[in-house]
């Protein structure tokens, strides 16, 4: 599959950008784990793990503000229309302050529904809760984030929130470690430090828009009339996620109910997929600017010709993935864990998750490309064919192979998303 070398210049500039702050973003999560590390009992550690967990569930059912931000955005970008996409952006915002306000009044029974969710003991929902309490005063921000993440993307700039992510996780780390250790507030300094950073990278990225690129007025008229279409893209977008969300508590669950070594086995396992979709996002955030951007432009040749170049760059890092996997998997995975035992069992399913890179690149490329598109009513109809998939499988396969069988149910889920858009793509692209 030929690559485009002007091409290959524009997808590195959109995707590495994000692949640079997905990895760093984890250094955040390891500081408060070791801040709190220090405060002398280890209910702060579980708490901080169960307050994170929290938060990741709840802002993750939200992700359509960034994803039906980017495609819409690039598809105004690509024909020229700079008014039209900071409509998008005073919408997605809208939306986000919304949302985040909705939170916080709901945010006792929230928490509640969180806990028992997580089946969290007495002594650890105590301090997670104070922890919850404040952070949730983050999330107009923190969605907010996700509004302004997705516009910048839809304007060909991936750099800004990547500056943005990291003076967040910068910002967060100098405040905690004041507020815990020169102001002595323990597992609220933590939490406070968090929710002030979260409000300073909103500020910053809302100042950082208007300062790179103007404000006209937004009218409310404007605001109103792409209502429906933005309510059906981001309903589409929630409900896949829902779909996702399912799969991925359901896989838990599984290894949760095989006993505690099994499920470290399948997390050290998933940590594999983890650094792999690090990149594979990146590559999509790419797909989302490149594709919505040249359907705005109503330039076919250019479309066709940028989803070539990703599939191409796609299966590049898939086969590189796998050929790593295969030659250094057992040492990647020592490095990740000292557990003996834990590695020893992972050894028998490590094969299904190096086979992760192949069956799965289809299924972020194509998502992006979807994104870019808005075509989100098919990205609905893949996720939710492909979580029937997953559970036909499990049910089929568990009973009789055990802990094989549900990494087999996981690969057939990622392979079932990526055939269903690549067909649908393809039948797209022809009729463009």
Known sequence: MAINTRQLRMIAALSLPAVITNITTPILALTDVAIVGHMGSAIFIAAIAVGGTMFNTMFWLFGFLRMGSSGLTAQAYGAGDRRGAQTVLARSLLLALLIGIAMIAAREPVCSLLFD????????????RSYFM???WSAPAVLGLYSLTGWFVGMQDSRTPMWVSLFVDVFNIGASLMFVFLIRMKIEGVATGTLVAQWAGFLLALFLAVRKYGWHKVGFRNLIDGLPRFFRINSDIFLRTVCLVAV????????????????AVNALLMQLFTLYS?????LAFASEALCGR????????????????LMGVGIILALVFTAVYVGCGEWVMELLSSDRPVVELARHYSVWA?????????AFLWDGVFIGLTRTRMMLISMATAMLTFFALYYLLFPMLGNHGLWIAFLGYLLMRGVVLTIAGREYLRSV
Do not use: H
């Open 294 to 309: 040249y359907l705005g432009a109503g330039d076919r040749p250019m479309l066709s010709l940028s989803v070539r170049s």
């Open 134 to 136: 404040i952070v949730v």
């Open 354 to 362: 190096m086979m992760v890179p192949l069956v799965g690149f289809g």
């Open 117 to 128: 969710l997580l089946d969290v003991d007495g002594s650890t929902a105590s301090v997670a």
């Open 278 to 282: 690090f990149f594979m996002d990146g």
């Open 248 to 263: 991925t508590l359901w896989f838990t669950r599984t290894g949760a109910m095989q006993g505690p070594v099994m499920l």
